[in-house]
């Protein structure tokens, strides 16, 4: 054998070990769900059943946990969706020595860890509220929305950094030039050209903040979400129940990801299609002229 | 000093250094005059400009500079009860940070050894860490970025995401039943005969460590596979060609032109290792003290915030010197981190 055929049979194995310790841990974790036995185990295997499903649904702190934790994503969308895009508008309009202090200030979120970012947020709207008066927003949820939306909008404004560098800046001049407004612009050239990155940022910002714990065990006070009431949990003991969380969790995000996958395939598809009926229109065009250059 | 000197800094310094920012700009295009490009405002139009100005400007001031002006404020004043807050008792001390190196005033110990053990086993076991995920990344990152078919490729990358779809706790809990006394592990290894006694993982903390590397895998990969991918093919041809062994390509191209791709799974790696709550509490060692459960403990179990601030300022810090030393190591700016 050569060594180049002997590199390649030990690259194999290696990329088979790496997914085995990837995906074994869950996979075990997946089967104990299952088990009848009340200690999460896969041998022995003392017989199918779901009850442990049945439990998860009749723990009140969990569904709660689980409402919480919506709702929170969902205003976190809300934020840290408009905020990543103005970060990103105004990264492309600040230039110099302006630039590179904005850029820390914007990035350092992303670089600092998230029980620092709770920590933070709680110590300086507890004083903050003191001080003024304003005393709901002390207040785990919106505290918690506060502290995840000042990574998140870091991370949306990453992706809408991305797609921006991609803008083609001649097409507001254009629209400029055929009397558009400003805010006209805004709102029927980029707007729509950020679409595509809009639907990934507020994915991202809904998946980070839902199953974020550090910066939330801190934030959310006397709160709790789903995060935090699944810690508590696993502080007092193992279950099976915890492991049929897990499969639901994975039954759902597998749901959402095919249906994602689908959603974008269909766009492809008529965006394909719309190229196609462009270029068919300019081709007619062409021939159109071709043929009265010919006849003139 | 009076501590309500903190406060008017963290009130006023914000809104100083954009109002300095902002007059800046004015005179700079005073001095530019008619050859001066357009204006922020008309050249996104007042709604826009109105808009930009409002959403960044309370993120950067509201949610990232004043809490951690806040954080650092509180981090020097004494543990006071609230009514006391301003009054002549709440003047700046280090009393904090000396309780993190000497402990309590009346132990007998020269030194905090408990928590000072537990920040350097933080600090040093995520540096074991992040060069543990660079080793295991590697040979993958490579793989995908330079070997693997466009087909494989986009399988990889999906086999890759799949299992962080899983919440970090559940993905600790995972390496608990693994790892317990009647986890998997032992009921296997004791099935083989390999062992009579079932081993004590979480108490070597050997499922701790699996489970932080796992953790943050995905980091370093993404980094490292972003880094490779754009290398020029034909630097390894012709290194190939010029008779280079397999490691000489990469640890004098590869490598190399992979810096900026490691020094930021590397920082990625280390602060969300160093800063990880989770799998600590999870899957630590009864005799395990990691750093982040004690600063949670100052805030929820001791209620003296203001020690629990010093704390987190102290891992904050820990993390800065991290990534300035890999941005010194790597000779790397911080845009090239943090893409």
Redesign the interface.
Known sequence: MS?RAI?RAL?GV??VI??A??????L??GI?AFNKSA?????PFEGFTLDWFAVLAADKDMIYGLQKSLWIGFLVVLVSV??G???A??MT?VYDR?R??Y???????????????G???V???R??T??TGLKFIYDGTVLTV??Q??FI?AYTM?IFLARLARFDRTLEEAALDLGA???Q??RHVLLPFMLPAIGSAAVIAF?SSF?N??TT??AILADKTL?TV??GR??QG?TPA??A??VA??AV??VG?ILFEIVKRREDARAKARAATAERAFNAELTADAAGAAAA | MHSSVGQWIIYLLPPLVVAGFALLAVLERRRLGPAAPLGFIDRNGWPVALFLIVAVGLWTVFMIVMPLMAMVDLSFRPKLAPPQWGGPKDFYTLENYRYFLFGSTTSTDNWNVTHLKAFGLTIWVSILITILDFAICYPIAFYMARVAGPARLRLMMLMLIAPYWVNEILRAFAFRILFTQQGVINKALLAMGAIDQPIDFIAADVALYSGLAYAYLLMMMFALYNAIETLDRNLIEAARDLGAPWWHIHTFIVIPHAKPGIGSGATLVFMLTAGSIAAPLILGGPKTLWFTPIVYDRFYQAFNWQQGAAYALILLAACVVFVLGVLKLFRLGLGEIAR
């Open positions: 060594t590199h690259m290696y990329i790496f997914f310790y990837l995906f074994g841990p869950l075990i974790m104990t200690y999460p185990q896969i041998m408009p905020v895009l103005a970060g508008l105004v309009q302006a590179s202090f850029y820390l200030i914007v990035v350092s979120p992303v670089l600092t860890p998230g029980v620092i970012i920590i933070s947020t110590v300086f709207w004083q903050a003191q001080m506060l502290a939306s000042s909008s990453l407004s400003r805010a612009v805004f998946l199953e714990y550090n065990t801190f995060t699944l810690a696993m502080r193992t915890l492991s969380l897990a969790v994975v995000t597998i990801a």
